[in-house]
């Protein structure tokens, strides 16, 4: 990577693989005694591969245009999309073109994953939450970021948050129309296009109003912490930047540093076991990993079972699963191996890739253990908590 950067090796199909075969997991920062950013190496150099244009094909520039150049920098577009394809699933068509033969028409690898396509939500987050709520006596402003798949297959999650964040005396901005933070752009070499949606969303969300910008998104967080290095460049926005990057939360670790409450009834009926998978870019990215166990612990009437090798990759990796399919069965695998060793009633994760990787091993597997967040259970020991009585005169 330095000697492409150096110009002293140009860059070849060879070297391009390669960094396409590297997760991206950032499990090598984690190890390095010296802390080199080996991220944002990767990134610089997937943005030298693709400014090369070495590895365009007409298919890949489809995908890529549809994907990252139109529905990720538009929310309303995302959104439209995310309908039509509710639809799609809804309605019959889905089961009618499977049965026809027409998902073969697909490209190899998105047809492969076609049977697993997630189940669009059917409302999303701007439909679930207000853009202004707040508990009676709030002790925290915080604004709450929905994410991009999040928002469309997990805003449940996102309403489970907000939630969570009212019962711990957090005043809740979730602005309705939020674009992506730029993670995928980032990660698959769209430099130019990360710093777009970044100033975007620095527009939207004015920093020094809030103690926190909430998470709840492995992949996004890892990727909102570094803006200051993403606008290095940028003179109207480096200042905030920096004071955007201080005040970026993962939900677990905002919970746990203001004095998360414990609820005083379990989630269910009966107690319940819990498994915690490390989304990679949570615990090597964040460096969050205790915090989220810490929360579980806190929930009455759930038992935390530690799943061995909790920081290994599922495999999802952003889009890994479509470019690196065979690897990334082999992790998804692995992973699901140990996870039904632990004999755990559920997988909890923060990371809505991870969720739908492991949820569709799991169910490929015949297992019955269910995919959750930290969040979810805590919210749902909330609200089966007893309501005050108002005195009424």
């Known amino acids: 990577m330095r000697s492409v950067a150096d110009g002293e090796l ?57 994907t990252l150049r139109i529905l990720f920098l538009n929310p309303q577009m995302l959104r439209v999309a995310g309908r039509l394809l509710r639809f799609y699933q809804q309605s019959g068509l889905e089961k009618l073109s499977r049965q026809l033969g027409l998902t073969r028409l697909l490209p190899a690898n998105l047809g492969r ?77 769209e430099n130019d296009l990360a710093v777009l949606v970044a100033k975007r969303l620095m527009d939207l969300i004015p920093v020094h109003r809030f103690d926190a910008i909430i998470t709840n998104a492995g992949g996004c967080g890892s990727h909102l912490r570094h803006y200051s290095a993403l606008l290095a460049n940028e003179p109207d926005y480096i200042e905030r930047a920096r004071v955007w990057d201080s005040k970026i939360k993962d ?26 998978h490390d989304s990679c870019h949570l615990v090597h990215g964040q460096k969050v990993s205790k915090q989220p166990r810490d929360l579980l612990k806190n929930i009455p009437g759930v038992e935390l079972l530690e799943l061995p090798e909790a920081s290994w990759c599922c495999g999802s990796a952003g889009i890994y699963n479509i470019t690196q399919p065979e690897q990334s069965a082999e992790l998804l695998a692995r992973k699901v191996k140990h996870i039904e060793k632990t004999g755990a009633h559920f997988l909890a994760q923060s990371n809505p890739g991870c969720h739908l990787q492991i949820a569709r091993g799991l169910k490929e597997a015949g297992s019955t253990i269910r995919v959750t967040q930290p969040v979810e259970l805590l919210a749902l020991a909330y609200r089966r908590e007893p309501q005050p009585v108002e005195n009424k005169k």
């Open 113 to 189: 994953l076609e049977p697993q396509s997630p189940q669009i939500a059917p409302n999303f987050s701007h439909e679930l939450i207000r853009p202004e709520e707040s508990p009676r006596e709030p002790r925290y402003h915080v604004a709450l970021l929905t994410g991009c798949v999040q928002d469309l297959v997990f805003s449940h999650i996102n309403r489970d948050t907000a939630d969570v964040l009212l019962a711990n005396g957090c005043s809740v901005h979730t602005p309705s129309e939020q674009p992506c933070c730029g993670s995928l752009h980032a990660h698959n070499g």
């Open 10 to 66: 140009a860059v070849t199909k060879d070297f391009a693989a390669e960094m396409s075969y590297c997760l991206g997991c950032l499990a090598c920062q984690t190890a390095c005694p010296a802390g080199v950013e080996y991220g944002q190496l990767l990134e610089t150099a997937r943005a030298e591969v693709e400014s090369s244009g070495i590895c365009a094909s007409h298919e890949r520039s489809f995908w890529r245009t549809l």
């Open 251 to 276: 939900i677990h670790e905002w919970l746990l540093q203001i004095g998360v409450r414990k609820p005083s009834t379990a989630p269910f009926e009966s107690p319940v076991t819990v498994t915690y």
